[in-house]
């Protein structure tokens, strides 16, 4: 062109112009040549992205082309000799060559975007789940005893849970530990097995007095009870968590109550606890009326852990107690991770725990994974005392072949040889009680 000044979206038909043509973006050219984007062109040569061309040759993505030679991705091509994306689904000639590029550009922006996607989920749902496990009460355990020669108990985590008999919401201290059951979970296969350590079990109470088990929570808080536990068994705990009266009514009422199979001396006892529950959680007692296999909710379920003045006294209410427990997990791992999550968030007024976030959130992300093994009390073998000197209690017999036993069901250890100062304490019982 030798007039003119070129300008886009203007129409040219200058006769000293290429016959009439349109030079610029989104022109409409029926001249010779074309050189622009989006250009409708029915002439030879059309060079420009989505172009619509019935010419000899084009190239630019996006194209309508019905000649000849088409070279661009996404084409529609009905011609010999088509290069465009493998993926198309308008060829009717020969197989087309070019690797899709583009599609696999945003493939990977797709699966990168729904990682990020799940990684602020579950950044989200930590952030919540900490700011609800903030409402629990935390001690931090700062001297722990272990006895000289016993090691971490290789592949088990070791956890004690306590549930004390609290009347006004003491969960550290001037409180009875009523139940004392020893968690071990096995790393490798997740199965977690129990041994509930009878409350009047004479034993250590780590400053050389022998006292009832249960004594030692009451005076000392968890520390001193979980010293008494490592010193007394050769054990390596290390945390604990414990539980009072509401947590227990609070949690069974949260799944929908538990099935349990009620003896006809249990119903007036679990009425009769029920009462006495009733002043401390305040939840309306219910009245069991017959025995047999029925549907608890959680008053009744506390007030059935607590017996222990029916045929086999506290042995008896320590084996309820952990059917409770089994009950109670089996029903909330059955409903799934936000029910656990819900179990968590209403319990945590009634929790005291030495755990950190990150270990109670990575414990109840990961139950649906645990299996419940077997459960047993401890001592294996026990006598019951009543004297002056020892009181009202139960004396193992002896405690270093207890101690054996207790490592064979927990670790698997058979023919565990107890340390130094387990046989010490083990002979000491049996100077102070003759039950040998």
Not at 89 to 112: E, F, S, T, W
Not at 194 to 216: H, I, P, Q, W
Not at 354 to 365: A, D, F, K, M, P
């Amino acid at each position: 062109m030798t007039e003119g000044t070129w300008n886009p979206g203007i129409n040219y038909s200058r006769q000293t112009g290429d016959n009439g043509q349109n030079y610029g973006p989104q022109q409409n050219y029926s001249g010779q040549t074309g050189y622009a984007p989006q250009q409708n062109y029915n002439g030879q040569n059309s060079y420009g992205p989505q172009q619509n061309y019935n010419g000899q040759n084009g190239y630019g993505p996006q194209q309508n082309y019905n000649g000849q030679s088409g070279f661009g991705p996404q084409q529609y091509y009905n011609g010999p000799g088509g290069y465009g994306d493998p993926q198309q689904q308008y060829y009717a000639g020969q197989p087309m060559h070019a690797a899709p590029v583009k599609k696999k550009k945003r493939k990977k922006k797709k699966i990168l975007f729904a990682v990020e996607l799940i990684v602020l989920l579950f950044l989200a749902m930590g952030l919540f789940a900490a700011v609800k496990l903030g409402k629990m009460d935390r001690v931090s355990l700062k001297n722990i005893l272990i006895n000289d020669g016993v090691g971490a108990q290789s592949g088990y985590r070791n956890i004690v849970i306590y549930g004390v008999d609290s009347r006004e919401g003491q969960l550290t201290k001037d409180s009875h530990s009523d139940t004392i059951v020893i968690c071990s979970i096995n790393k490798n296969t997740k199965e977690v097995k129990m041994v509930s350590v009878y409350r009047d079990t004479y034993l250590d109470n780590t400053n050389g007095e022998f006292r009832k088990a249960t004594e030692c929570y009451f005076f000392g808080g968890p520390e001193r009870s979980i010293n008494m536990l490592n010193k007394n068994l050769d054990l390596d705990i290390t945390d604990y968590v414990t539980v009072n009266f509401n947590a227990v009514v609070e949690a069974v009422d949260l799944i929908g109550g538990i099935d349990l199979d009620v003896t006809e001396e249990e119903i007036q006892w679990i009425n009769g606890y029920q009462e006495e529950n009733y002043a401390v959680t305040g939840a309306e007692p219910v009245l069991v009326t017959s025995a047999g296999y029925q549907h608890l909710n959680g008053t009744q379920t506390l007030a059935y852990c607590r017996i222990r003045y029916t045929d086999g006294y506290d042995f008896k209410r320590t084996e309820r107690q952990r059917t409770v427990l089994t009950k109670i997990f089996e029903k909330a791992k059955s409903q799934g991770v936000p029910t656990l999550l819900s179990l968590a968030d209403t319990m945590m007024p009634s929790i005291s725990t030495s755990l950190s976030n990150t270990e109670l959130i990575e414990l109840l992300t990961s139950m649906g994974s645990y299996t419940l093994g077997e459960n047993t009390g401890f001592p294996f073998d026990q006598y019951p005392i009543n004297d002056s000197y020892a009181g009202d209690c139960v004396v193992p017999v002896n405690l270093a072949n207890n101690v054996t036993k207790l490592h064979a069901f927990l670790f698997g250890e058979e023919n565990y040889v107890p340390s130094q100062t387990v046989q010490d304490i083990s002979n000491q019982i049996i100077y102070n009680t003759g039950v040998q």
